[in-house]
């Protein structure tokens, strides 16, 4: 009787485990995929660039004789020395990516940019004396180029994170136009002109170590410019100058010489808005 019940037991626990592994499991919840946002370009920006500029302006000597009363045999030379030197500043602009990933984009920028061309582009001697009460200058370009800016488009092509574009807009520039150097009263020392180049951008991640003001991306670029500061308004000849009142008596085309350079430079912008 005994092994019976036992044997009844064992049976009815059996049955009950059985019973147990047929019933449905609960449901494991569905895996939550958070989506990878993709990367625009849209948004505002600003940051630092330095670089080299190299003078690309015509170079030449001329001459002329000062005629008399302001001269007794007098010549007067001038030539031109291209230089080349630091330029950095920095930046500040827009871009709108018409599509997220890649894609085209428009963009505007604005830089201000500090410029060591240092004296003397412009150089002038006398063989033979001047009349007194005259001075000599040579006013074709400035005799420094100490600063300049841009207001730039930008147009380009978007590879993900890698942005290639050209750039091109209106330029300003100034320096030194003193009477030892060239130029004289009326003669100013700021010019306007144009601009034109091209370039590559690359966004870092956003938790670069570069990312100091927590902005939606950090880029880096590397950037190429042509700048040519010429007004055709400025004074394009030798002038002998009344001194007493920087009046020029006489007038002589010897050409022109543009403010003309280019400049390599490398960027970092912060940029700021979609992501």
Do not use: H
Request: glycine share 14%; hydrophobic share 40%.
């Amino acid at each position: 009787m005994k092994t019976l019940l036992a044997s009844l037991a064992a049976f009815t626990a059996l049955t009950a485990a059985a019973s147990a592994a047929d019933l449905p499991r609960r449901a494991a919840p569905p895996p939550v995929f958070t989506p990878v946002p993709v990367f625009t370009w849209t948004g505002a920006y600003f940051g630092i660039n330095a670089g080299y500029a190299f003078d690309a302006s015509s170079n030449n000597t001329s001459s002329f004789a000062v005629p008399a009363p302001y001269g007794a045999g007098t010549t007067a030379y001038f030539s031109q020395r291209n230089q080349e030197g630091f330029s950095g500043g920095g930046q500040v602009g827009y871009n709108f990516q018409f599509t997220p990933g890649s894609g085209v984009v428009v963009g505007v920028e604005a830089d201000a940019q500090y410029l060591d061309f240092g004296r003397s582009r412009n150089n002038a001697f006398v063989v033979g004396p001047l009349a007194p009460g005259v001075y000599l200058t040579d006013p074709r370009g400035l005799s420094s180029l100490d600063f300049f800016g841009t207001v730039r488009g930008r147009l380009g092509y978007a590879f993900d994170r890698v942005l290639v574009y050209g750039t091109g807009g209106f330029a300003y520039g100034s320096g030194s136009a003193d009477r030892s150097f060239g130029g004289f009263a009326g003669n100013d020392s700021f010019r306007t002109g144009w601009t034109v180049g091209g370039g590559m951008e690359y966004a870092l991640p956003v938790d670069s170590f570069l990312n100091f003001f927590r902005s939606s991306a950090v880029t880096l670029k590397v950037e190429g410019l042509y700048v040519n500061l010429d007004r055709n308004t400025r004074n394009q000849g030798a002038l002998v100058v009344n001194a007493a009142n920087n009046f020029p008596v006489v007038y002589n085309n010897i050409g022109r010489r543009d403010d003309e350079f280019a400049v390599v430079r490398a960027g970092l912008n912060y940029k700021f808005g979609s992501y």
